[in-house]
């Protein structure tokens, strides 16, 4: 089966709606999972924002202006560790055999596990901004463009598991995926998510403005206040089409490397 088969199948849609619900299953039966992820990067804006808003900004409502675009950005990337610990682990459990044993689209699989992800995304940006607006947070530029701002972090989190997918796939056990799990937090970091890269010095400003989620959480700031925010480079200065096109490449790329390394299980 070719990689555009096992994406273009008629009943690629409803399998995969089928999977989605067996993983929102499993999140009922495991419901502190579930609210530990949701309470964390609550627990991550408090930090980040009422501990050092201060001394970041001057004062903690202009940094909360600031900063919550960027975790709810950050955020959507973090959502990369559980699906690849959740392929890693059914592989390991043998999960991953029994579904390559029914007659489905191994696309299907996949998909599933990302729309289920996806769903709980909508979940975690209601929680962040729901803490948001009770430390006085507001969008500044109408409801439309806040929307779009919604829109451009979960398609970010679409794309972002994508390469969850293909690194859970290709590594086939938790444990394999301690060395990949630790870089996730230097890569979420090195960005522009906390700190305004105009104060980093000019190559390192540059180096995080390259960063996917850098142009996202800049993008979303801009839809979220209507104001322009100013960079270090040319990724600040066109955030929102960078962020579209990096977007788009990795649902390209680890799509279809997921696919194939879903087929060759085994082999």
Same mark, same amino acid.
Do not use: C
């Given at each position: ?35 530990? @992820? /949701? ?8 930090? #980040?924002? $009422? +501990?050092?808003?201060? &001394?970041?900004?001057?004062? %903690? ?11 709810? @950005? /950050? ?8 699906? #690849?610990? $959740? +392929?890693?682990?059914? &592989?390991?459990?043998?999960? %991953? ?12 699989? /996949? ?15 209601? &929680? ?140």
């Amino acid at each position: 089966m070719s990689t555009a088969t096992a994406f273009g199948s008629t009943s690629l849609l409803r399998e995969s709606v089928v999977i989605a619900g067996r993983t929102v299953l499993h999140w009922r039966a495991q419901p502190g999972q579930f609210a530990v @992820a /949701l309470l964390f990067p609550v627990m991550l804006l408090l930090m #980040m924002g $009422a +501990l050092f808003g201060g &001394a970041v900004a001057g004062s %903690t409502a202009d940094y909360f202006v600031f900063v919550l675009p960027g975790v709810l @950005a /950050l955020n959507m990337m973090f959502g990369i560790e559980a699906t #690849m610990t $959740a +392929l890693a682990s059914d &592989a390991t459990k043998t999960v %991953t055999d029994r579904f390559r044993s029914l007659p489905i689209s191994g696309g299907s699989v /996949l998909l599933g596990r990302v729309l289920a992800d996806l769903m709980t995304s909508v979940v975690e940006l209601a &929680a962040l901004s729901l803490a948001g607006f009770a430390l006085g947070w507001r969008w500044e530029n109408g409801l439309l463009p806040a929307l779009a701002a919604y829109g451009l972090l979960l398609t970010l989190r679409f794309s972002v598991l994508w390469l969850g997918v293909f690194l859970g796939v290709k590594a086939g056990s938790p444990e394999a995926l301690m060395g990949v799990q630790i870089l996730v937090w230097p890569v979420g970091f090195l960005s522009t998510v906390f700190i305004d890269p105009r104060t980093m010095p000019t190559w390192l400003g540059w180096l995080a403005e390259l960063n996917p989620v850098s142009a996202v959480a800049t993008s979303a700031r801009e839809l979220f206040t209507g104001q322009e925010i100013e960079g270090v480079g040319w990724a600040a200065t066109h955030s929102l089409p960078y962020a579209l096109v990096s977007q788009v490449v990795l649902v390209m790329v680890f799509a279809t490397l997921g696919v194939r390394a879903y087929r060759r299980i085994g082999q």
